[in-house]
């Protein structure tokens, strides 16, 4: 043919596997629950030609293999690990318990939440102890000042995976996007809020006493969303975008 060996190529004779792949992503993200072998005999009702082995294939290439041992009652749990970077505030939230003491020796325990996309703190409150019921006082305490995020990551501590919770994540359509057992990066912007919080504020200061705490823990939350530049957001400080976010919404009438 006179043409040299290396400019031959094979061509797959395979069809496109892409209009597969995405009706394989529909039927998971509708049943979460369901493994290959239920999607696939989803598939075959609807007169798909594939056998299981492709479709088992298929179904680990997109990284679609349910998480093990989920508690019955997370009922908002998120169960795929499909993480996206929020493009809106209010779309991610992330939270986590810092720990520090007063000056007698006594603990405390700081729920600290930030909003992933704008950066802002809508909230950091400090308590002797925490337990499910009274995060969901706190976080519905600010979700009725800032709004009620899409989402919420948070690690897999007994505060967060309670009823409690679950029920209130369920009552207001919000999602819990539960960490990886020991992979503190899966919730890496909280890991960052968490350590500028103690290089600038506990570090900073010696607390009297829980109002005392209280008080500081504000007063560093106000001037970390309102004067603080950061580098993420182009220097500028979260309610700039915070409050751009809110005139945008449509008003009640």
Same mark, same amino acid.
Do not use: C
């Given at each position: 043919m006179q043409a040299h060996r290396s400019t031959q190529q094979y061509?797959?004779?395979?069809?496109?596997?892409? /209009? %597969? @792949?995405?009706?394989? @992503?529909?039927?998971a993200e509708t049943r979460v629950r369901y493994g290959y072998r239920r999607i696939h005999v989803m598939l075959k009702r609807e007169g798909w030609p594939v056998n299981a082995k492709r479709v088992y294939r298929l179904y680990h290439e997109m990284g679609l293999q349910l998480r093990n041992k989920t508690p019955k009652r997370r009922v908002k749990?998120? #169960?795929?690990? /499909?993480?996206?970077?929020?493009?809106?505030?209010?779309e991610t939230w992330a939270m986590d318990f810092?720990?520090?003491?007063?000056?007698?020796?006594? @603990?405390?325990?700081i729920l600290t939440v930030v909003d992933t996309f704008s950066r802002?703190?809508?909230?950091?409150?400090?308590? +002797?102890?925490?337990r499910g019921e009274d995060v969901v006082q706190t976080l519905d305490q600010a979700c009725k000042v800032f709004g009620y995020p899409k989402s919420i990551r948070a690690d897999n501590g007994p505060e967060f995976i309670s009823r409690d919770l679950d #029920?209130?994540?369920?009552?207001?359509?919000?999602? #819990?996007?539960?960490?990886?057992?020991?992979?503190?990066t899966d919730n890496a +912007?909280?890991?960052?809020?968490?350590?500028?919080?103690?290089?600038e504020c506990l570090?900073?200061?010696? +607390?009297?006493? #829980?109002?005392?705490?209280?008080? @500081? %823990?504000?007063?560093?939350?106000?001037?970390?969303?309102?004067?603080?530049?950061?580098?993420?957001?182009?220097?500028?400080?979260?309610?700039? %975008?915070m409050n751009r976010a809110m005139a945008n919404q449509p008003s009640c009438t």
């Open positions: 061509k797959t004779t395979s069809s496109d596997q892409a /209009d %597969l @792949k995405k009706r394989i @992503k529909e039927i749990a998120k #169960l795929r690990d /499909d993480r996206k970077e929020a493009t809106a505030v209010n810092v720990h520090d003491q007063l000056v007698t020796g006594r @603990k405390l325990r802002f703190s809508p909230v950091v409150d400090p308590r +002797f102890s925490y #029920l209130w994540a369920y009552q207001n359509d919000v999602v #819990l996007d539960f960490s990886r057992p020991g992979k503190p +912007f909280i890991e960052s809020f968490n350590g500028k919080f103690r290089a570090n900073a200061h010696w +607390f009297m006493g #829980l109002e005392d705490a209280r008080s @500081k %823990l504000e007063a560093w939350r106000r001037d970390y969303n309102e004067v603080r530049p950061h580098s993420a957001i182009g220097y500028n400080v979260p309610k700039t %975008l």
